[in-house]
């Protein structure tokens, strides 16, 4: 489940950068392949899961220092905020980090609308 999580939200991080549109369709789709049993065993390591996230952690952390990079418009940054926030929220320990980037992210939104 974690890791259809971490693809969908890769997918779409990719997704907001035309150039990587095969990359994201890739994720997306690695995402909605999982089965029950995937399920299911995340549901039996959900005890363990500190010790499952940070392979998923540091690779989602690779992805989003690269698309710092490349966001130039308003509505790209305001994206970026929003699916930095989710990919945060992920984890199970709560990080303040989260909150502020999906705060900054409807702060942006807002401003794109007036």
Do not use: C, W
């Not at 779409?12 to 029950?36: G, Q, T, W």
């Not at 690779?62 to 490349?70: I, P, R």
């Amino acid at each position: 489940m974690q890791r259809a999580t971490y693809e969908y939200l890769r997918g779409n991080i990719l997704d907001v950068f035309p150039e990587y549109k095969k990359d994201a369709d890739d994720h997306l789709s690695k995402a909605k392949r999982k089965s029950p049993m995937q399920i299911a065993t995340y549901e039996y390591l959900r005890g363990n899961i500190l010790d499952v996230f940070p392979e998923y952690k540091k690779d989602a952390e690779d992805h989003l220092s690269k698309a710092v990079k490349k966001r130039k418009s308003p509505m790209q940054r305001a994206t970026y905020e929003y699916l930095r926030g989710n990919i945060l929220d992920v984890f199970p320990e709560y990080k303040k980090d989260a909150e502020d980037h999906l705060s900054k992210a409807v702060f942006l939104r807002l401003r794109l609308l007036v």
